[in-house]
């Protein structure tokens, strides 16, 4: 039987864990979390001490807790047993063998506390990932090349509800039955909402029409602007599922690009828009839509073909946040969905930022 691990023992693990290549320890290389700690003293702040009782966890200590989260997807349980199993983890934290680690609980905690917290009239998580986008700018990775817009379903739970209880919601109201009931209440989410995912039939290989197929979905959307040249987030906004991409269009634009360009998909595109991108100087690159009725004209196919090799780059986004980061929604609420949504940003835009320096060293 083998004896109990030593430091040593521990030290030449960890050793490996980095010649094998650790993304945790290249994350906490690359990215300094201590430019979060007045933002997060302003959004959380600590009590003094004087009253007693067990100090509490150290705020940027807790918010590389939910960076942790949102890069895998945990619940809270989960993430406390990973922390205690994994030694990648506990050196991204800072914590030895024996040092504490936050319970489920602590953990929730702090994150319903900076979801409720706002700094300076805005949701904290908004100022902590223009924080962290400032820092992108300062390390040299500037909005550069135009910008790429587009949303995303992000899958929440489903709800089991009436034909009359779906027509309160959507009218603003809480049925009836579950006002008597605060529990059930308590596990309903009225902010989510069911939307219509087009999937589009490829022709037929006799020429023949096929059908598109519909597919509902329930839940938010992840609406975000990426810049073309580096394919960071840098402009992002939550809402229930229901609400239209082209309608977000204004409050996704930055004239932080070096490029007035702007790539969308036909959603997009609306006389609205355009007037408003040439006003504020903008250059559209949005896709023109089919006439109604009437095949694509050539040229305008081909521009189409053009202007979707550019915007793809942003279905990697949506591909790696559902994909390795298993981005859903389990929580309740258009606030914490937005919470949950935003460290998904943020950690991709860390992520991102750790394989771009990389790159950038490697070509060097």
């Known amino acids: 039987m083998r004896g109990q691990p030593g430091f040593f023992d521990v030290d030449e693990r960890l050793k490996d864990l980095s010649a094998k290549g650790d993304a945790l320890e290249r994350l906490n290389r690359i990215v300094d979390f201590e430019l979060f700690r007045d933002d997060l003293a302003r959004a959380v702040p600590r009590s003094d001490g004087s009253k007693g009782g067990r100090p509490p966890f150290d705020l940027v200590f807790m918010f590389k807790v939910l960076i942790l989260q949102a890069s895998h997807s945990l619940s809270d349980e989960r993430t406390e047993f990973l922390i ?6 506990m050196r991204f934290l800072g914590l030895g063998l024996s040092d504490p680690v936050p319970d489920a609980n602590t ?8 979801t409720r917290a706002e700094i300076a009239g805005k949701p904290a998580i908004a100022v902590l990932f223009s924080a962290y986008e400032a820092a992108l700018r300062q ?4 909005a550069m090349g135009g910008q790429i817009v587009d949303a995303t379903v992000v899958a ?20 009836d039955a579950w006002k008597a009931k605060p529990a059930r209440l308590a596990q309903k989410d009225r902010d989510a909402r069911w939307t219509i995912k087009w999937s589009k039939a490829k022709p037929a290989e006799d020429g023949s029409k096929r059908i598109d197929l519909a597919v509902p979905a329930f839940g938010y959307k992840n609406h975000v602007g990426i810049d073309r040249r580096h394919g960071l987030i840098r402009t992002w906004i939550a809402t229930d599922a229901a609400r239209h991409d082209g309608a977000q269009l204004p409050g996704l634009l930055s004239k932080a690009n070096t490029s007035g360009e702007v790539w969308a998909d036909t959603a997009y595109r609306s006389k609205a828009n355009e007037a408003h991108l040439a006003g504020n100087g903008f250059r559209s690159r949005i896709h023109r839509k089919k006439p ?10 081909r521009a189409n073909g053009e202007k979707s090799k550019v915007r793809a780059a942003i279905e990697h986004v949506f591909a790696r946040q559902k994909g390795p980061m298993g981005l859903v929604v389990r929580t309740i609420g258009l606030a914490r969905a937005r919470m949950k949504i935003g ?4 950690a991709y835009n860390m992520n991102r930022a750790v394989w771009l320096t990389g790159s950038r060293a490697r070509t060097a």
């Open 84 to 89: 205690k199993d994994r030694l990648s983890f």
């Open 107 to 114: 953990i929730w905690t702090f994150r319903e506390a900076l």
């Open 139 to 142: 390390a040299g990775f500037l």
């Open 156 to 175: 929440a739970p489903k709800q089991r509800n009436t034909e009359a209880e779906k027509a309160d919601l959507k009218a603003g109201r809480v049925p």
């Open 292 to 301: 109604p009725g009437k095949p694509m004209a050539r040229n305008v196919a």
């Open 343 to 346: 460290l998904a940003n943020l």
